[in-house]
């Protein structure tokens, strides 16, 4: 599945927390979330939403920055065809106060499932 070989992926690139639920006791971290999928003669694409946490907005507009070149390089590994960054945005929940920024992929990749 292609979301637990990104979460695999990125937990060896960063120095946070990368999941897809937050952890308790971290103000940095990354969630992943797939926001939709499609195939095609056996070739998937899974749109991912990445979202960088930091304690303040500039923290997590630097995460941002980091999962952004350790995304372009995840297009380097054995079932990965590209990797195109659609957009990125302030994702700031005002509610919680909680800094994040989002960015949205477009995986295209050969492995099965989501």
């Known amino acids: 599945m292609i979301l637990f070989k990104l979460i695999e992926y990125l937990t060896g690139k960063l120095d946070v927390y990368v999941g897809v639920?937050?952890?308790e006791s971290t103000t940095g971290y990354v969630l992943i979330d797939q926001t939709g999928s499609s195939s095609r003669n056996h070739i998937m694409?899974?749109?991912?939403?990445?979202?960088?946490?930091?304690?303040?907005l500039e923290n997590a507009i630097r995460l941002n920055e980091q999962v952004k070149a350790e995304m372009l390089s995840f297009a380097s590994e054995d079932e990965v065809a590209s990797v195109r960054l659609e957009t990125e945005?302030?994702?700031?929940?005002?509610?919680?106060?909680q800094y994040r920024w989002q960015a949205v992929y477009s995986i295209t990749h050969y492995l099965g499932g989501i």
Do not use: D, H, L, M
């Open 21 to 23: 639920s937050a952890p």
């Open 45 to 56: 694409t899974a749109t991912v939403a990445v979202q960088s946490y930091g304690s303040t």
């Open 89 to 97: 945005y302030n994702f700031t929940n005002t509610a919680t106060k």
